[in-house]
């Protein structure tokens, strides 16, 4: 009896050209020896336009899957991750095989189902800092109220609420008309319900399920968030991918509260957020290593970073650190003193200044509001 306890995993396979029925062919082959290697392969998805299959498995690791598949076909996956369940069913839709699908005359089922997909990220004022403001009541309405109208949306277009810690959403669709579509209108009832009250912004990216991360669509939510983090408040922020995916004319609205990015925005704001994810903690980590990093001059770094982020690099760090050490905070109780110097700040005064400003509090008030 199969332990209940054996992980999920999903691998990604890239096979430019590759069609349904050669993929249907290797997984019957991965079925015939799934039991020598404790595997039990649940379904796949197949993209024949981008060349990508992603196979769901469960097995006892990830050599066991590996193995398999080198003993069924010889396609090694390229990329192996541990998933969840629910969260996969969150994302795609389901876990198992359709339920009507073609049967070849092999008698095994044939189908060409895309993983590919469009997240809707949602990001909110901390409900702490709203609780501070306006007192647990008149918060916790705030919240409902945000929480209804992104449900409501969600169910009229068809998107999918993706499971997660925290107040934000991460909405999974198949389609980017019907992800935009329900991007502004989310945007349109949040600015007339609660424009004054928080900071909301929405990020739409697009993507595949496993990309360079080990999360189930990390790159794809990272790259998301990222696009939050310079937006303006109430603005909707649009990755290249949707918005090739979209009409040629959507984006020449200009009433529409849009920021669409360029693949050289897409490129640097990538560039200058990896950087920040490896050095934020390095009290040292200075202008001069974003230079290096991205082969542009000061003066040319300034321009561009101010252009997309409406910060400059170095103001750019500093509210990334704010961020990060309000995540701290969150994760465990430290001192004030530990914070500063865990989040890359040289001076614990300094930092106070700068989270009394960001925040509208000090960060012990903020401390006591989680314990």
């Not at 396979?13 to 050669?22: C, L, S, T």
């Not at 980017?176 to 009832?189: G, P, S, V, Y």
């Not at 300034?302 to 050490?325: C, D, Q, V, W």
Request: hydrophobic share 40%; glycine share 4%; charged share 25%.
């Amino acid at each position: 009896m199969k332990n209940k306890s054996v992980p999920i995993y999903m691998d990604v396979h890239i096979v430019p050209g590759v069609k349904a029925r050669d993929v249907a062919t290797a997984h019957s082959k991965d079925l015939q020896h799934q039991e020598e290697y404790g595997c039990s392969c649940m379904t796949y998805w197949i993209d024949e336009d981008r060349g990508n299959i992603f196979c769901l498995i469960d097995a006892p690791d990830k050599e066991a899957v590996q193995e398999m598949h080198r003993k069924a076909h010889g396609l090694i996956p390229n990329k192996i991750i541990e998933v969840s369940k629910t969260v996969v069913r969150s994302f795609l839709g389901r876990i198992y095989d359709p339920e009507s699908v073609e049967i070849s005359e092999e008698g095994f089922p044939v189908f060409s189902d895309p993983s590919f997909r469009i997240l809707l990220l949602t990001k909110i004022t901390d409900p702490n800092l709203l609780r501070h403001q306006f007192g647990s009541e008149k918060a916790n309405e705030l919240l409902n109220s945000h929480n209804q109208i992104i449900r409501k949306n969600i169910k009229q277009f068809g998107g999918r609420e993706v499971e997660h810690e925290g107040s934000d959403f991460i909405i999974s669709f198949s389609s980017a008309a019907k992800a935009m579509a329900c991007a502004l209108d989310i945007q349109q009832e949040m600015l007339k319900e609660h424009a004054d009250k928080f900071v909301f912004k929405i990020g739409v990216n697009a993507g595949e399920p496993v990309e360079t991360t080990n999360e189930l669509f990390g790159d794809t939510i990272r790259f998301a968030d990222n696009m939050c983090f310079i937006a303006a408040n109430f603005q909707i922020a649009v990755s290249p991918p949707v918005k090739e995916l979209m009409a040629k004319d959507f984006f020449n609205n200009t009433t529409k509260k849009l920021l669409a990015l360029t693949p050289q925005d897409e490129n640097l704001l990538k560039l200058l957020f990896r950087h920040l994810e490896e050095k934020w903690q390095n009290p040292d980590f200075h202008i001069t290593d974003y230079c290096r990093a991205t082969a542009m001059s000061t003066s040319q770094l300034y321009r561009k970073t101010i252009s997309l982020t409406g910060f400059s690099p170095n103001m750019l760090l500093k509210e990334f650190r704010l961020e990060k050490a309000k995540s701290l905070m969150k994760k465990q109780s430290f001192n004030i003193a530990q914070i500063t110097f865990d989040s890359g700040f040289t001076s614990a005064s300094y930092f106070t200044k700068c989270f009394k400003k960001k925040f509208g509090l000090l960060p012990m008030a903020y401390l006591e509001l989680l314990h």
